[in-house]
Protein backbone atom coordinates (compact mmCIF):
# COMPACT_ATOMS: atom_id res chain seq x y z
CA UNK A 1 0.00 0.00 0.00
CA UNK A 2 1.11 3.25 -0.78
CA UNK A 3 -0.62 6.18 1.23
CA UNK A 4 -1.14 9.34 -0.57
CA UNK A 5 -2.06 11.01 2.92
CA UNK A 6 -4.96 12.27 5.09
CA UNK A 7 -8.32 12.71 2.77
CA UNK A 8 -10.96 13.00 5.09
CA UNK A 9 -11.96 13.49 8.79
CA UNK A 10 -15.69 12.35 10.06
CA UNK A 11 -17.54 13.65 12.96
CA UNK A 12 -20.72 12.12 14.42
CA UNK A 13 -23.34 14.26 15.33
CA UNK A 14 -26.63 14.28 16.83
CA UNK A 15 -28.76 16.62 15.26
CA UNK A 16 -27.11 16.74 11.33
CA UNK A 17 -29.11 19.93 9.93
CA UNK A 18 -27.40 21.80 13.30
CA UNK A 19 -24.37 20.71 12.41
CA UNK A 20 -24.17 21.57 8.65
CA UNK A 21 -25.13 24.67 10.18
CA UNK A 22 -22.50 25.50 12.30
CA UNK A 23 -19.60 23.69 10.12
CA UNK A 24 -20.48 26.25 7.71
CA UNK A 25 -20.29 29.31 9.70
CA UNK A 26 -17.37 27.80 11.90
CA UNK A 27 -15.34 27.20 8.63
CA UNK A 28 -16.55 29.79 6.23
CA UNK A 29 -17.87 27.48 3.73
CA UNK A 30 -20.50 25.96 2.87
CA UNK A 31 -20.73 21.67 2.10
CA UNK A 32 -20.74 20.23 -1.22
CA UNK A 33 -22.52 16.99 -0.59
CA UNK A 34 -25.54 17.50 1.11
CA UNK A 35 -27.88 14.16 2.11
CA UNK A 36 -29.42 13.41 4.77
CA UNK A 37 -26.52 10.70 5.75
CA UNK A 38 -23.27 12.64 4.91
CA UNK A 39 -22.68 16.46 4.76
CA UNK A 40 -19.80 16.90 2.95
CA UNK A 41 -17.16 20.17 3.08
CA UNK A 42 -13.76 20.55 1.49
CA UNK A 43 -11.42 22.82 3.33
CA UNK A 44 -7.90 23.62 2.45
CA UNK A 45 -7.74 20.68 0.19
CA UNK A 46 -8.81 18.11 2.36
CA UNK A 47 -12.36 16.93 2.90
CA UNK A 48 -14.67 17.66 6.94
CA UNK A 49 -17.58 15.11 6.74
CA UNK A 50 -20.69 14.71 9.02
CA UNK A 51 -22.50 11.89 10.05
CA UNK A 52 -25.55 10.91 11.70
CA UNK A 53 -24.99 9.73 15.31
CA UNK A 54 -26.43 6.33 16.30
CA UNK A 55 -26.83 7.73 19.99
CA UNK A 56 -28.13 11.48 20.89
CA UNK A 57 -24.79 11.83 22.38
CA UNK A 58 -21.70 12.13 21.14
CA UNK A 59 -18.80 10.31 22.77
CA UNK A 60 -15.00 11.87 21.51
CA UNK A 61 -12.53 9.85 21.24
CA UNK A 62 -9.50 10.05 23.05
CA UNK A 63 -7.20 8.09 20.89
CA UNK A 64 -6.76 10.24 17.28
CA UNK A 65 -6.86 14.03 17.50
CA UNK A 66 -7.38 15.55 14.73
CA UNK A 67 -5.49 19.48 13.87
CA UNK A 68 -6.64 21.92 11.47
CA UNK A 69 -3.94 24.15 10.28
CA UNK A 70 -4.25 27.24 11.13
CA UNK A 71 -2.03 30.55 10.26
CA UNK A 72 -2.94 31.94 13.95
CA UNK A 73 -3.87 29.57 16.46
CA UNK A 74 -4.86 32.26 19.19
CA UNK A 75 -7.10 33.78 16.13
CA UNK A 76 -8.47 30.77 15.27
CA UNK A 77 -9.66 29.22 18.62
CA UNK A 78 -10.60 32.56 19.40
CA UNK A 79 -12.99 32.65 16.55
CA UNK A 80 -14.25 28.70 17.41
CA UNK A 81 -15.12 29.70 21.44
CA UNK A 82 -17.04 32.97 19.57
CA UNK A 83 -19.23 30.62 17.47
CA UNK A 84 -20.07 28.53 20.42
CA UNK A 85 -17.38 25.83 20.72
CA UNK A 86 -16.01 24.83 23.93
CA UNK A 87 -12.64 24.66 25.30
CA UNK A 88 -10.91 21.57 25.65
CA UNK A 89 -7.35 22.73 25.35
CA UNK A 90 -6.01 26.50 25.79
CA UNK A 91 -3.41 27.52 22.50
CA UNK A 92 0.03 26.56 23.33
CA UNK A 93 3.70 26.49 22.17
CA UNK A 94 4.79 22.70 21.56
CA UNK A 95 8.25 23.64 20.39
CA UNK A 96 9.93 25.94 17.98
CA UNK A 97 6.95 28.64 16.56
CA UNK A 98 4.30 25.59 16.89
CA UNK A 99 1.29 26.02 18.38
CA UNK A 100 -2.12 23.81 18.83
CA UNK A 101 -5.50 24.18 20.91
CA UNK A 102 -8.42 22.34 20.78
CA UNK A 103 -12.42 22.92 21.47
CA UNK A 104 -15.09 20.99 21.59
CA UNK A 105 -17.81 21.45 19.08
CA UNK A 106 -21.41 21.97 20.10
CA UNK A 107 -21.75 18.54 19.80
CA UNK A 108 -19.39 17.28 21.61
CA UNK A 109 -16.74 16.57 18.95
CA UNK A 110 -12.89 17.47 19.91
CA UNK A 111 -11.38 19.96 17.35
CA UNK A 112 -7.95 20.64 17.07
CA UNK A 113 -6.32 23.44 15.77
CA UNK A 114 -2.48 23.82 14.45
CA UNK A 115 -0.55 26.35 13.74
CA UNK A 116 2.91 25.45 11.77
CA UNK A 117 4.75 27.59 9.98
CA UNK A 118 7.23 24.45 9.03
CA UNK A 119 4.15 22.14 7.27
CA UNK A 120 3.69 22.43 3.48
CA UNK A 121 0.25 20.81 2.53
CA UNK A 122 1.87 18.34 0.04
CA UNK A 123 5.36 17.94 0.81
Same mark, same amino acid.
Given at each position: MLAQGLRTVIYEVPDLTKAK??????? !?VLPYFDESYYVGFTIGGYELGLVPAEDAEVKASRSVMTYWGVTNADAAYKNLIEKGA? !????VHQVGGEIYVGSVYDPFGNIIGIIENPHFQAGS
Open positions: AWYSVAF !EQ !EHEA
